[in-house]
């Protein structure tokens, strides 16, 4: 039996539904790397291209062309964000968090409408999504809130939440049951990080000499 034969052999049942080794562990790695974006905690970035890589497999036994394409390109942002932050690491040792301005806003959202459009047409007309707008939207979303992350703008959790709403019922539906629990857990834990980015935004401003952020370090130190 080869790797990828493997990686989607179920390694239980969950609702009467296989869960493949790749939906587990990949998504073992995507909690992790959201608790570790949570902490700014750089390791997050290639906790998220190892675990993007097993969800690929999973994706695309489970007919998912948009969630699997998803997966490649958020490896390739992945290995983006990593750089921006290493480089903050570099220059300052740390990462400061902040707000998105009403033009970045608006450049982030144009770009999850247009972009969903677009792909969703394009997964519809090639025949590979069964479901390809819903499909589409996450792909996208992904790619915007890896964009705005890498960014260290507090908006970043947002769109994630917004994936997360249309990635439970999808992923359920394509037979993903357990990506669809992990996606609840996504929830908390966003929400988590989001009053945490926002409130070190807030110190960022009102207290520029304090550092906001410090990538490897909990912020119990």
Request: proline content about 5%; some cysteine.
């Amino acid at each position: 039996m080869d790797l990828f034969a493997w990686l989607n052999t179920p390694a239980f049942e969950l609702l009467g539904k296989p869960v493949p080794y790749s939906d587990l562990f990949g998504n073992i790695c995507a909690l992790a790397t959201v608790v570790l974006a949570l902490r700014r905690n750089i390791l997050s970035w290639p906790v998220q291209i190892l675990g993007s890589i097993l969800l690929f497999s999973a994706s695309v036994s489970a007919g998912l062309g948009g969630n699997a394409s998803r997966q490649v390109v958020i490896i390739v942002a992945a290995v983006w964000g990593w750089t921006q932050w290493k480089k903050s690491k570099a220059a300052s040792g740390e990462v400061l968090v902040r707000w998105a301005t009403w033009k970045e806003r608006a450049i982030l959202l144009a770009a999850l409408v247009i972009g969903t459009g677009v792909f969703g047409w394009v997964l519809a007309l090639g025949g590979w999504s069964w479901n390809p707008y819903p499909d589409a939207y996450i792909f996208i979303g992904s790619i915007v809130a890896m964009y705005a992350q890498g960014r260290a703008i507090v908006e970043f959790w947002f769109v994630w939440l917004a994936v997360d709403l249309v990635g439970i019922p999808l992923a359920v539906a394509g037979g993903l049951v357990f990506s669809g629990v992990v996606y609840l857990f996504f929830l908390v834990m966003v929400i988590l990080g989001l009053i945490d980015w926002s409130k070190r935004s807030r110190q960022t401003i009102s207290a520029p000499h304090r550092p906001a952020t410090d990538i490897g370090r909990d912020p119990e130190d």
